[in-house]
């Protein structure tokens, strides 16, 4: 298994001219924080791939990039695929020769096999280019659920890709232009979701899909979807055997590594359940890594001590006090686009300290996806109340509720009457996309500047609406977690942990993630996995013989950092300095009369802006790392 990689390639539309071997070079020096180990290069007439690795796994004497037989292929691969020995003895059956024991060269071969659709039976977490010489065509794939991150950009000279954006910015052509709908879906959720990019230039291949370059133009396809109908028929107690089977067989999978291995626990039921399945498979020491605070409202370390105490883990848990000032910089470099999950910070110094003991360390991400963990699947109060009323009265309400809603005044009394208003909100999935929204529709109306007024009224909920309404799950709580996972999971999450670790040189890996347990998930009848209304039902019962009652049924406490009570203490001037700036004044973006006065009412206590002054301070930090420089090599700024 390859581990940790970096990937890039950049393709000339014209085959008669070569690839620049210096350009290729300077594109794969971006990637460098994603590996240790080594690089390689494929240049080859109008064609030049570049990875960057750190290995894993010692004995698969690997180095890409890799080509097959006649040297007609050649492959790039960033992850880890967990079947690839039973691929392996299938190809050899069927004749093909292997130099290597490592998944890659699999992957290469399979594609030989079975072209394109190779991608179906691998399982795993995955980014790969393979160049075909024989049909001058470049093929991409992303795993299903969007683990591994691939950036690319179709210019009028050549085709590039890469692990990061950074790198594409670094190869001379390529226009910043900011894309405003990407902007906008960044105010409104935090994250830029795929295929958007910052950069109108750029896209990012979504999870679950495939792309075919060839004749200078492009061709995506989704290859994996998630589909919960039809349901399985199957009792609840041979359902609580076959969920406990696929979990314990998705963390034995993912226990493969010669480098120092262990396991991220905060004391949450995911993660202590992961715990408990690697012990079944380690006999011997167990390593388990935990991160606490000074604030207590936002320390899980006896929970986790707990755990660790009752499967008798090496535990090393460490009492932080997060320097913003420092930090937030780096975290902004390494995320390439504008992200605003404060939670990455945490997460930050956990791959930090954790790496100081092993190189891999599997996680509980993907559990409350999968189970029905969030509480926001639950709905809020106000949200059965306003479905309660006549579709008809909600209807004709309209006019009146948004004349009084714009009178308020913006404080927290106008917050919780957010509810109140009933424009354009007439059905629950625009409702509950609301919990999750940072700045609402009258809020961006309101800070948008001259050259974000064309997206003010522009309908950010239509993206992850389409998953929601797609027909392909019927129950209003598995439409919530649908469209969770077709959005915020691979959009907001997964680079939460693939960023943190790689800056850190480390490996993450999702048991909860595994296919077969998300596909499996999908297909329980709800009754099963969602009993009684309650969160993580099944999974609770799964796990009931192996974890304490305490650690099972008490109430989530989430990842985060008292980030509202830095922004009236020690972020106050750091944020005031940066977000009012004069060069942020120039932007046009932003009206920063808008930005001061929720600066202020967040500091007063007036009202709670914590989230949307943490989006608005990494925004303008992005700005000034990837927007302002011309070389972005330089790396992080400095405050």
Known sequence: MIGMCGLCGIILNDESKLASPDEIRTVNQLLHHRNLDEEGYHIKGNVAFGHKRLSIFEGSAEKQPITNEDGACVIIFNGEIYNFMEIRENLIKKGHTFKTKSDTEVVLHLYEDAGEACVDFLRGMFAFAIWDESKKQCFIARDRIGKKPLYYAL?????????????????????????????????????????????????????????????????????????????????????????????????????????????????????????????????????????????????????????????????????????AVDVLPKLVWYFDEPYADSS??????????????????????????????????????????????????????????????????????????????????????????????????????????????????????????????????????????????????PGALLPKVDRTAMANNLEGRSPFLDQKVMEYAAQLPIEIRFGNGALKYHLKKVLAPMLPHDILWRKKQGFGVPVGEWFKKDLYKMAKDILLSEKARGRGYLKLKYVSKILEDHRAGTQNH??????????????????DRSDISLGHITL
């Open 155 to 323: 210019l009028p000279d050549r085709f590039i890709f890469a692990s990061e954006m950074k790198a594409l910015i670094a190869v001379p052509g390529v226009p910043r232009e900011i894309d405003l709908e990407a902007l906008h879906y960044y105010l409104s959720f935090q994250y830029v979701p795929a295929p958007h990019c910052i950069f109108k230039s750029i896209k990012k291949l979504e999870a679950g899909h495939t792309l075919l370059y060839k004749n200078g133009d492009i061709q995506t396809r989704r290859y994996w979807d998630l589909p919960y109908i039809p349901k399985l028929k199957i009792t609840e107690e041979e359902a609580l055997k076959r969920t406990d089977a696929l979990i314990d067989e998705a963390v034995r999978i993912r226990l493969t590594s010669e480098a120092p291995l262990g396991c991220f626990l905060s004391g949450g039921v995911d993660s202590s359940a992961v715990v408990a399945y690697m012990r079944r498979h380690i006999a011997g020491e167990l390593k388990t890594f935990s991160i606490g605070f000074e604030e207590k409202s936002h320390n899980e370390l006896p929970y986790a001590r707990q755990v660790a105490q009752l499967f008798e883990t090496n535990h090393q848990d460490f009492i932080v006090k997060p320097d």
């Open 344 to 489: 990455a910070l945490p997460t930050y110094y956990l791959s930090k300290m954790t790496r100081q003991y092993a190189a891999v360390a599997l996680n509980g991400d993907g559990g409350d996806e999968s189970f029905i963990g969030y509480s926001r699947y639950l709905g809020l109060p106000q949200l059965r109340k306003y479905m309660a009323i006549p579709k008809i009265l909600r209807i004709a309400a309209q006019p009146f509720a948004s004349a009084l809603f714009k009178m308020l005044p913006n404080s927290a009394l106008f917050e919780k009457l957010f509810y109140a208003n009933t424009f354009s909100l007439y059905d629950e999935g625009r409702l509950y996309l609301q919990m999750m929204t940072i700045f609402r529709d009258y809020q961006k109306e309101a800070m948008y500047g001259d050259k974000m007024k064309p997206m003010a009224m522009a309908d950010a909920y239509q993206f992850p609406l389409q998953y929601y309404y797609d027909n392909l799950a019927e129950v209003p709580v598995e439409r919530k977690v649908r469209s969770d996972i077709m959005t915020y999971l």
């Open 610 to 627: 914590h989230h949307r002054l943490w989006a608005l301070l990494c925004l303008e930090l992005w700005f000034m790392t990837f927007y």
